[in-house]
C-alpha cells in the first residue's frame, strides 16, 4: 500500500489544523493506521491510531483530548485533527499503516507499521 499525506502548515499555537493521508489499494479497511511524528531532533514518537472500521482509537497522553483520528474507508483515507496546537507539536506528521490481523489491538510503536508516507510539516508558532 502507498501513502501519501498532506495538510501540514504553520499554525499559530492555539490554532487547529488537520492533516490527511490518502491510500492506495482496495483493502484499506484491512489496515490499522496511525500517525507518528518526528521533532527535530528527536526519535519519531507515536501519536495515535485507529483500527481497521474506525471504532477503536489509541493517543499518545499529551494529545488526549486536543486530536481526533478518523478514517473514511470509502476515500481510503485517514485524518488527523489537530486542536489546540502548541509548540510542542511542531514535526513532521508521518501517516504510516499495518495489516489488522498482524495484531490483537493496535500497536502503538513505529516497528509495529510496514508502509509509511512521506511525512507532512506541521509548525506552530508562538
Known amino acids: 500500500v502507498q501513502l501519501q499525506a498532506s495538510g501540514g502548515g504553520l499554525v499559530q499555537a492555539g490554532g487547529s489544523l488537520s492533516v490527511s493521508c490518502k491510500a492506495s489499494?482496495?483493502?484499506?479497511?484491512?489496515?490499522?493506521m496511525g500517525w507518528f511524528r518526528q521533532a527535530s531532533g528527536k526519535e519519531r514518537e507515536f501519536v495515535s491510531a485507529?483500527?481497521?472500521?474506525?471504532?477503536?482509537?489509541h493517543y499518545l497522553s499529551s494529545v488526549k483530548g486536543r486530536f481526533t483520528i478518523s478514517r473514511d474507508n470509502a476515500k481510503n483515507t485517514v485524518y488527523l485533527q489537530m486542536n489546540s496546537l502548541n509548540s510542542e507539536d511542531t514535526a513532521v506528521y508521518y501517516c504510516?499503516?499495518?495489516?489488522?490481523?498482524?495484531?490483537?489491538?493496535?500497536?502503538?510503536?513505529?516497528?509495529?507499521?510496514?508502509?509509511w508516507g512521506q511525512g507532512t510539516l506541521v509548525t506552530v508558532s508562538s
Open positions: 504510516a499503516a499495518t495489516l489488522s490481523r498482524r495484531w490483537i489491538g493496535i500497536p502503538r510503536f513505529k516497528n509495529g507499521y510496514d508502509y
Open positions: 489499494g482496495r483493502t484499506f479497511s484491512s489496515y490499522v
Open positions: 485507529i483500527n481497521g472500521i474506525g471504532d477503536t482509537t
